[in-house]
């Protein structure tokens, strides 16, 4: 059986990252389980992390991008968000959706149609 490529699988969630309000790009969790960012066509502020520069060419992730895992709260703000909001402790792209308008730094995450 053929498989497509991550390039080409349906995204099962996603989410648009914006730096400075401005649309950086989005990640995507794909259907394998991998996750994908991309910038967005014709971007050309400064990157999302320091490890990510801007191209064209996606980036390919096995488990949730270390970059947005930084944004996530951790201790007891993380306990209060899970109990608050009865997000699962391995969900991080819930959690981030969660936290995404109010992280560190220049980053803003909006999922996209709130899938």
Request: glycine share 8%.
């Amino acid at each position: 059986m053929k498989t497509a490529s991550p390039e080409q699988q349906a995204p099962s969630r996603s989410a648009n990252i914006f730096q400075r309000d401005v649309l950086a790009g989005r990640v995507a969790q794909l259907e394998s389980g991998e996750w994908r960012f991309v910038y967005e066509p014709g971007y050309t502020g400064p990157p999302v992390s320091l490890s990510l520069s801007v191209r064209v060419e996606p980036y390919l992730f096995a488990a949730f991008p270390p970059f947005l895992e930084g944004l996530l709260p951790e201790g007891a703000q993380l306990e209060a968000l899970l109990r608050q909001l009865k997000i699962d402790r391995g969900d991080c792209f819930r959690q981030l959706i969660a936290v995404g308008q109010d992280v560190v730094g220049a980053l803003t995450v909006v999922e996209v149609n709130g899938k």
